[in-house]
């Protein structure tokens, strides 16, 4: 299967890829898998006070279309609120990377992730 | 030989995870035999592709049954459970950090100058964890009770990260070669 030049583009320059410290209060974690494939997704947001997402990190052991997903997926979210980060959809993953249908997963993944970051952010400050 | 019994009794075997790997190789040479084409070449069109439908669902099921994953994935959707095309679960977060701390581990030993001896190691160490899992599926399985199969599934999600990461492992030795 051909990946798309968007697809083959990240993947060869994945954006944001990296760790942060996981013990920073202003640093939410989401860590997803997905059992069929064995795919497994890092995706860390530093956020600063005023509930703005000031940087993203990845690290993704999966197939072409997760690592490129969750690239952009942190190339998008940086600026973005933590409301705005939580609403993004697969489907703008999956479409700006125009994933067949039996890479959809993939973007999901993405989408899982981003959503896990924030709520560990926000369980973080909560605390 | 009906292709519409299910893996195990098409193979004449006891529908369990424990088999026993010789019968299920013994099992499969005796069908074979039965199935090979030359004793269907004198017969009609319909009776040899129904000898080719026939050994393709033989090496389907041999090849499902003897690998550990497939027999527990298998054995599972025979009671409903799809563990293979399920596409988002809920995972413990403590085992997602663990895998994901396993293949940064794998990362850094293929960084290093020699790294045979540490890759044999981490090799050892998944296979021990794959053998645990495998042993917990059995019991889970065996109770066979609504709850024990859903935790039987839940193993099997973690067998699937675990194999995965073995060929990768052994992926990476066969590039040493």
């Not at chain 2, 794959?130 to 935790?151: C, I, M, P």
Request: net charge negative; charged share 25%; hydrophobic share 40%.
């Amino acid at each position: 299967m051909a990946y798309s030049e968007e697809v083959l583009e990240h993947y060869e320059n994945p954006r944001n890829v990296g760790k942060m410290d996981d013990s920073d209060s202003h640093v939410g974690t989401g860590m997803v898998g997905a059992p069929a494939c064995g795919d497994v997704m890092r995706l860390q947001i530093k956020v600063s006070d005023e509930g703005i997402i000031e940087d993203a990190k990845f690290k993704t052991y999966g197939c072409g279309s997760a690592i490129a997903s969750s690239s952009l997926v942190t190339e998008w979210v940086k600026g973005m609120t933590l409301e705005q980060a939580a609403e993004l959809k697969n489907t703008q993953i999956a479409d700006q990377l125009a994933l067949p249908p039996v890479k959809i997963h993939c973007s999901v993944l993405a989408e899982d992730a981003i959503k896990a970051a924030v709520e560990d952010y926000k369980k973080k400050q909560s605390a | 030989m009906d292709i519409q019994q299910n893996y195990f009794a098409f193979l004449g075997l006891p529908e369990s995870y424990d088999i026993d790997l010789k019968s299920l190789a013994a099992r499969y040479h005796e069908l074979q035999k039965t199935l090979h084409p030359d004793r269907f070449a004198h017969l009609s069109d319909r009776e040899k592709r129904l000898s080719v439908q026939y050994t393709a669902y033989l090496n389907e099921a041999v090849t499902t049954l003897k690998s550990p994953l497939g027999r527990a994935q298998y054995l599972l959707n025979l009671h409903g459970i799809d563990t293979i095309s399920e596409a988002s679960v809920q995972l413990e977060p403590a085992f997602l950090f663990e895998q994901m701390a396993l293949r940064e581990d794998l990362e850094d030993i293929k960084a290093l100058p020699s790294p045979e001896e540490a890759l044999d190691q981490f090799l050892d160490k998944v296979v021990q964890q794959l053998a645990t899992y495998q042993k917990l599926f059995a019991e889970y399985y065996a109770l066979g009770d609504v709850e024990s199969l859903d935790r039987a599934a839940a193993v099997i999600r973690k067998m699937q990260f675990m194999v995965k990461l073995q060929k990768e492992i052994e992926l990476v030795e066969s590039e040493l070669d």
